[in-house]
Each structure stands twice: as structure tokens, then as C-alpha cells.
């Protein structure tokens, strides 16, 4: 007890400045401790208040840092292996609320047709307001093919949804021949887990094969993930100067990384889309892919979240997951509360066509159409485009995008 008291009294003594002040707050915690037990309408514990006292003080400093207890523990260490329970879902606290930052593709979230933004009021009729961030995610959180309702408001609208939940295995990098563009490859990275370098890195070796001349890199509603991985995926695309900085307050914690010149596909333009759910790892790509002119960002402002957090442990079962530095753009601009400001700002719209399209005569419907040549064509994309292909229908960005690529790459071949 002696010790864990002693944690508590470090952590106050952060934002003391001196040994009068410093020995005032503690004498005014115990002094607390001691009024809860002796007169609190319930009996408690020293533990018991102290854990509490914990677990209301982490959130205080900022939305990032808490009071992990033995299962909230264990629980983090399975959430960057690709593999874990739950609904496949990325929450956070924003202005006070918990809110959605985004969907992990193809998750019963994602089914579910939750958003990004989405204020999750209710987990099963739990009001969200008073717990902390792990207490929301544990809620959520349990055996799966059992059921979790969640109390969605979207635009001034509350509904429920109900869940199923799952065991959420996640492929993190996918990729397409984009429709009606076959000279660019479309990729998606959903979450930057442990497997996203190595699986970008098969990914491009496929470029010449396919005879791709431009990349669409889809970071919308990517909640972010590794550090490592974002550094690894911008040391593909940028052969010199900063990827990235962190800095805080300890300078253990300051730490700049560099690009690499071999292995660097430097010369193949870029795209990349994003939207209000990519956050933290995804921002940084972005951002540093814009700062070194690298890459056109198209889409809407990133979420904003621009903090690093350690895993400090307190014993062999319980830990503080607290902020400790700032992420930095190449430029030294923050993302913090600020995000990534597309180049191109694109919102979501359905793409319709025109209504007498069909009416019109196309070449093909002409009797001396040379059917010849046309077989001949159809039979060269079957051998020469034999990936999936992701369609443009009702996604105004992702058409944005590609024809910004498109325009990129005539750009460059007239060079």
C-alpha cells in the first residue's frame, strides 16, 4: 500500500513547484482517503478509493491517458496483434464525449453502418457520460457472438444499434485495379498494425507487373496504430529528410526519424485520401507525404490526434498509459487538436449519371463496328487486369482522387 501510495503522491508532485507546496498536497489526498473511509455511506477500502482516485485523475490530464487495472491491461496488449474481441470499432473521448473516430473495415461495426463522429451515448443502456474511455471499451468489449446495443446520436438523431460481437482479425492492407483507370493502383490500409510494411512491400513489387504508373493510398477512417509502421510505410515514398519528430517534456522521449534513400519508390506520384476517422498514424503519413510534397491529399480534415502515449507499469499487473510527447510534421506544424488539411477538400457524395445516358448511341451498337478489335480488347484486360477491381460508384472522393492521379501522371510523362 506504502508503495502504491507513493506512485500516486510522484504523479501529484508533476505539477508542484515546491517542497511546501508539494507536501500540502499530499497531506490534502490523505486527508481525503481518511474522510472517505471513515464516513462514506459505503464501506471502502484504501485500495479500493485509491484505484478510484486513479482511475478519475488519468482522464483529467487529457483524453489519451488513464489508470489501467489487471484486465484493462491485459486487454491493451492484444489490441495492436491484428487479432482481438470486441465489434472492430476505434473510440476516443472528444469534447467530453465518446465518440466514434472510426469503423475497422469489414467489423461488425463497420456492417453495422457505424460512422465516423458517431456519439455513442448508451452501451447497453449504460449512460457513457460517467465512465472513463477503458470502462466504455470493456462494456463493448465481451464473448463473442453475444450482443452489445449501442445508443448512436448522428446529426441531432438518436437511434440504437445492435451488434454482434466478434473476434476481429484484420487485414490491414488490401489492394484493387481501380475501375475505368487501369494505370493506377488502388490501396487500401484500414489500421497501421504490425504487417502493414512488409504487406505494402509485396504490394509494390506488383506495380510493374500490373503496368501501374500512379497509387491511390485510402486512409479514411484509419484509426492509426503502430508508429513504427507509419515511419516504415513513408520510408516507401520519401528517400531523404524527416519523416517525423516526437517531443516532450522528458527528453528520453525526443526522437526524430529519418527517411532511408534505397528501397524508396520515389518517382511514382501519390495520391492519398482522407477523411474526419483517420487519426494518429494515418495523420502522419499524410502529413508527411504533403509536407515533402510527395503526395496530393484529398478528402477532409483528419481527426486531430497528434499525442504519444507510454505504457508505464506500476507492477506486473497494472500500468498508467500516459501522454508523454507530441507528434511533429516534417514542417514542425503539430496535429494536435488541429489535423491534416487536405490539399483538395472533398466531402462524401453519391456519384449519379445522367438519366437519358443509355439513350445515347455508342459505337458499339453501329453495324460495321469492328467486333474483331473490340474481342481483341476484351480479352487483353482479362489477362492483363487480373486483381479485384474497386468501383467508383457513389465514392466522389475516390473518383476525385483518381482523377487528380490521372492528371499527375500525364503531367509526368510529358516530362
Do not use: C, W
Amino acid at each position: 500500500m506504502k508503495k502504491f501510495l507513493l506512485s500516486v503522491f510522484m504523479i501529484v508532485s508533476l505539477f508542484a513547484e515546491t517542497k511546501e507546496t508539494r507536501l500540502a498536497a499530499y497531506e490534502k489526498f490523505v486527508k481525503v482517503v481518511n474522510i472517505i473511509e471513515a464516513y462514506y455511506v459505503d464501506e471502502l477500502n484504501t485500495t479500493t478509493i485509491i484505484n478510484k482516485a486513479l482511475k478519475g485523475l488519468l482522464p483529467n490530464l487529457d483524453p489519451h491517458s488513464s489508470y489501467l487495472d489487471k484486465k484493462a491491461y491485459e486487454d491493451l496488449k492484444v489490441q495492436t496483434t491484428g487479432e482481438f474481441g470486441g465489434l472492430g470499432v476505434v473510440i476516443g473521448i472528444r469534447n467530453g464525449v465518446l465518440t466514434v473516430i472510426s469503423p475497422i473495415d469489414d467489423t461488425p461495426a463497420y456492417k453495422a453502418g457505424l460512422k465516423a463522429g458517431d456519439i455513442i451515448l448508451k452501451i447497453n443502456g449504460k449512460a457513457t457520460l460517467d465512465l472513463t474511455l477503458d470502462e466504455d471499451v470493456n462494456l463493448m468489449r465481451g464473448k463473442p457472438g453475444t450482443k452489445v446495443t449501442l445508443t448512436i446520436v448522428r446529426g441531432g438523431k438518436t437511434f440504437d444499434v445492435t451488434i454482434t460481437r466478434a473476434i476481429i482479425k484484420i487485414k490491414s492492407v488490401k489492394t484493387y485495379a481501380l475501375q475505368n483507370y487501369p494505370e493506377i493502383e488502388y490501396i487500401r490500409i484500414s489500421s497501421f498494425d504490425k504487417n502493414v510494411v512488409s504487406s505494402l512491400k509485396k504490394a509494390l513489387k506488383n506495380l510493374k507487373k500490373y503496368h501501374k504508373k500512379g497509387i491511390i493510398i485510402d486512409l479514411r477512417n484509419n484509426p492509426g496504430g503502430l508508429l513504427n509502421q507509419a515511419v516504415g510505410t513513408l520510408d516507401l515514398f520519401i528517400d531523404k529528410g524527416v519523416l517525423v519528430s516526437q517531443k516532450g517534456r522528458v527528453s528520453s522521449e525526443n526522437q526524430v526519424f529519418y527517411a532511408h534513400s534505397s528501397g524508396t519508390y520515389k518517382n511514382i506520384p501519390i495520391v492519398v485520401l482522407v477523411n474526419g476517422g483517420s487519426a494518429s498514424a494515418s495523420e502522419i503519413v499524410s502529413g508527411a507525404l504533403q509536407d515533402h510534397k510527395r503526395a496530393v491529399i484529398v478528402g477532409e480534415t483528419t481527426f486531430g490526434k497528434g499525442s504519444v502515449q507510454a505504457i508505464l507499469p506500476i507492477n506486473k499487473n497494472e500500468a498508467v498509459r500516459l501522454t508523454v510527447a507530441r507528434y511533429y510534421l516534417p514542417s514542425g506544424r503539430t496535429i494536435q487538436a488541429k489535423g491534416v488539411v487536405p490539399d483538395i477538400i472533398v466531402h462524401p457524395a453519391k456519384i449519379e449519371k445522367e438519366k437519358n445516358e443509355n439513350a445515347l448511341i455508342k459505337e458499339s451498337e453501329l453495324k460495321n463496328h469492328l467486333r474483331a478489335e473490340l474481342n481483341k480488347n476484351k480479352k487483353t484486360k482479362k489477362t492483363k487486369y487480373n486483381q479485384k477491381i474497386k468501383k467508383l460508384d457513389n465514392d466522389l472522393q475516390l473518383l476525385t482522387g483518381a482523377n487528380i492521379l490521372k492528371a499527375l501522371i500525364i503531367a509526368k510523362q510529358g516530362e
